[in-house]
């Protein structure tokens, strides 16, 4: 059984883990989601998507 999960959404649950536990504060997070929304709006958005693209396909790979 394949499970696939979008990295917004495995983002997201990060920032919600480290905001529960009070890793980062709120103020954190907020700068965080600021930054990863003008980041996509830059020239930088598809090389990160690509490295991004990169890695999840190396992790897959590992189990294959």
Known sequence: MVLTIS???L???L???L???KVVGAGAALV???FGFYLARTGA???VDQVMTALGSAI???GN
Request: charged content about 15%; overall charge positive.
């Open 19 to 21: 905001l529960r536990f």
């Open 45 to 47: 958005a598809a090389s």
């Open 32 to 34: 965080a989601g600021l």
């Open 7 to 9: 990295a917004i959404a």
């Open 15 to 17: 920032l919600a883990l």
């Open 60 to 62: 897959r790979d590992i």
């Open 11 to 13: 983002f997201g649950l």
